[in-house]
């Protein structure tokens, strides 16, 4: 990358660039930074004319970078991060009076019962500085982390790849409606499951609940797959399926349900994950630090 590339470079088109990676067409990757496809193609062309070179096979179909693409792309994750630092460290000058914090969370065990305490606690010590949070899958979430679109995730450890730090550890619960066979029993085995529908969370919990089954050998009868926690509750309390979930994103009671443990059982770590502590920004770096700082001393609603 030459300098009179890397001066004229706008942090818009290297994030596209970085979207581009991971997308299945051009439009998709601007459509997710919020660009129409016409700005899209503008701002590939206008990248591509920076660089002196093609970034996209236009041959094939979909999205495959050019070989030049792929050699610069890791070099171009680094700019995107230092931009994002720079510009970090300006707004948030002067003791954090300012700036913005970028989160992402697996799901409704860490939007409901792990990120109210934290951000809580921050905004009391840095109420200049703008949070934005959003939900992703865990394998989103990765995805997300490495493309520098946020900061610092709640994730289900571990993540080998990543600094993280750990918060709280819950177990797999199956939730039951009243009346239902497997109410009767305390503890139930994972092949006790497979006689029944089940429905399925696409939330955070979902990669811990497939490995589970897949333990045990057993290909659960998926009836309903579903992303929202009380869409779930009330699918099983209406008959439609029995579920599993993790114990931190349960309400204490439910009307209609019953949890029950799993034997064996299955125990989920959930903690934060950030691709290097180092090159936080100077918000992100508060975070994180206060976390650290305060996670030995905090509980958490689990069940």
Not at 16 to 45: C, E, Q, V, W, Y
Not at 79 to 96: E, H, I, N, W
């Amino acid at each position: 990358m030459t300098d009179k590339a890397a001066k004229s470079l706008s942090l818009k088109q290297l994030e596209l660039f970085i979207a581009l990676a991971s997308s299945d067409n051009i439009a998709s990757a601007g459509a997710r930074l919020g660009m129409t496809p016409s700005a899209t193609s503008h701002a590939l062309k206008t990248l591509e004319l920076t660089l002196g070179a093609p970034l996209i096979d236009r041959n094939v179909t979909g999205v495959q970078l050019t070989y030049a693409a792929q050699q610069i792309l890791p070099h171009v994750r680094d700019v995107f991060a230092s931009l994002q630092v720079v510009r970090a460290t300006v707004s948030a000058s002067a003791g954090l009076r300012a700036g913005m914090l970028t989160l992402g969370s697996l799901g409704a065990s860490s939007s409901l019962n792990i990120l109210p305490q934290l951000l809580e606690m921050f905004k009391a010590r840095y109420p200049g500085v703008d949070v934005f949070v959003t939900e992703k899958p865990d394998p989103e979430m990765e995805r997300a982390l490495i493309e520098r679109r946020i900061e610092i995730g709640v994730v289900a450890l571990p993540k080998p790849d990543f600094d993280t730090l750990p918060l709280v550890s819950d177990e797999l619960m199956v939730v039951l409606p009243q009346g239902h066979p497997l109410a009767r029993l305390s503890v139930i085995g994972v092949k006790d499951l497979a006689a029944y529908p089940l429905i399925m969370t696409r939330a955070g919990s979902q990669p811990v609940i497939t490995r589970m089954f897949e333990r045990a050998g057993i290909t659960p009868r998926i009836a309903h797959d579903l992303s929202q926690i009380m869409s779930i509750l009330e699918f099983v309390r209406r008959g439609q399926g029995i579920s599993v979930l993790a114990s931190l994103v349960l309400p204490e009671r439910y009307d209609g349900l019953v949890y029950r443990k799993i034997g064996p059982a299955v125990k989920r770590r959930i903690g934060l994950a950030c691709l290097n502590e180092r090159r936080l920004s100077p918000a992100a770096h508060a975070f994180w630090t206060m976390v650290r700082e305060a996670a030995p001393g905090m509980t958490f609603p689990v069940m």
